[in-house]
């Protein structure tokens, strides 16, 4: 190990598949670093020795749902350890996504030759980290008064139909609106917006129903 960072050594790396598994290794012990846990998953980890381990390194993929409840899950279970995501075509909205649910950093598997050493060594130093060509991410996106307004109202339950009526708006306006919101919030669905705005650490809390009044645009 070259060891110009503290406890570059103390790495549990949650691999699902033996190839990944074997690359990121290799690309690890050619910046001097090895991992000292190797699992294919986070619960496995957590069984074989969590609180040795430094910094997390995750498989996450392409963070789809599933990935990132889990993932959070993890991290409010460990509060304090960083973990960096490694995943498939990091873009503005998958980073916002990764950082909302408490990654330390994202690299892109592609990349792994040239950032993973770096990376690790600036997470443990402190830094967050994530791709060069990525807009500075915002874990909180900036919605309108509009955009909070309708998205308040899904999370009440209201179809598109009956925001429009009570907003006076036409259903294709609702529909734009939301597009938008979605793309905001890096989300696919009604539920998934719902469960990103409640959630107590990555949305905007019960505040965003307070944003009622149709005349606030």
């Known amino acids: 190990m070259t060891g110009d960072s503290p406890h570059a050594d103390r790495l549990g790396l949650v691999a699902a598949?033996?190839?990944?598994?074997?690359?990121?290794?290799t690309v690890l012990a050619k910046s001097g670093i090895k991992a000292l846990w190797v699992v294919p998953s986070l619960d496995e980890l957590k069984t074989r020795g969590i609180d040795?381990?430094?910094?997390?390194?995750?498989?996450?993929?392409e963070l789809p749902t599933g990935r990132r409840t889990e993932i959070r899950e993890h991290a409010r279970g460990n509060p304090g350890r960083p973990f960096l995501i490694i995943a498939e075509g990091a873009d503005e909205k998958l980073v916002r996504r990764a950082l909302s649910i408490g990654a330390a950093g994202v690299i892109r598997r592609a990349d792994l030759e040239a950032t993973l050493g770096p990376a690790v060594r600036a997470v443990l130093a402190g830094l967050t980290c994530f791709p060069l060509d990525v807009r500075a991410p915002s874990v909180k996106p900036v919605l309108t008064n509009r955009e909070?307004?309708?998205l308040g109202m899904i999370v009440l339950g209201m179809s598109n139909a009956d925001i429009a009526r009570r907003l006076?708006?036409?259903?294709?306006?609702?529909k734009s609106h939301l597009s938008v919101s979605y793309a905001k919030l890096g989300v696919r669905s009604r539920n998934e917006a719902a469960a990103v705005i409640l959630d107590p650490t990555e949305g905007f809390g019960m505040?965003?129903?307070h944003i009622s009044?149709?005349?606030q645009s």
Do not use: C, M, N, Y
């Open 213 to 215: 009044d149709p005349a």
């Open 17 to 25: 598949s033996d190839g990944f598994e074997r690359h990121v290794s």
């Open 148 to 150: 909070k307004q309708i």
């Open 52 to 61: 040795d381990v430094a910094l997390v390194l995750i498989d996450g993929g």
């Open 207 to 209: 505040g965003i129903l």
């Open 168 to 174: 006076h708006l036409t259903e294709s306006t609702i």
